[in-house]
């Protein structure tokens, strides 16, 4: 797994056209490597045309269970990034903003490498003989 990031910047909502811009990207990107995306349960992920993009693509989605962000690596990324780069920050309009997280993202990997080994891992915290009480 690389941890390599790809971006498409939108300044309205996501949507599925947007989603397949990603995928067309990644695509582009991957070349002949194998790649499974993994994704959440978002409507314009799970749609019919982007699900039949991605497999013209021949790239992978794997769907995430539902309401499960700690399981999604780009949800921690994006807490981390809200952290770094927002938290307690004022930026004068939104291409300003913009411009703050586009900037942090693409030297996010060389600036935190260290904070982000831990942070983007697939390594989750299993609980032995665990036992769960109904509310």
Do not use: H, M, R, W
């Given at each position: 797994m690389t941890h390599e990031l790809t971006m498409v910047c939108n300044d309205t909502y996501i949507t599925a056209s947007s989603v397949c811009e990603l995928l067309r990207q990644i695509a582009r990107t991957a070349g002949t490597?194998?790649?499974?995306?993994?994704?959440?349960n978002a409507r314009y992920q799970r749609c019919r045309v982007v699900e039949e993009l991605a497999g013209q693509l021949d790239l992978?989605?794997?769907?995430?269970?539902?309401?499960?962000?700690?399981?999604?690596?780009?949800?921690r990324l994006w807490k981390f990034t809200?952290?770094?780069?927002?938290?307690?920050?004022?930026?004068e309009n939104f291409a300003t903003f913009?411009?703050?997280i586009a900037g942090f993202l693409s030297t996010v990997h060389e600036r935190y490498a260290v904070d982000l080994q831990s942070l983007?891992?697939?390594?989750?915290?299993?609980f032995e003989k665990a036992q769960s009480m109904a509310a």
């Open positions: 490597c194998p790649v499974t995306l993994v994704l959440d992978e989605l794997l769907f995430l269970p539902p309401y499960s962000p700690n399981l999604n690596l780009i949800e809200k952290k770094e780069c927002l938290a307690s920050e004022y930026y913009k411009g703050a983007l891992t697939l390594k989750f915290q299993q």
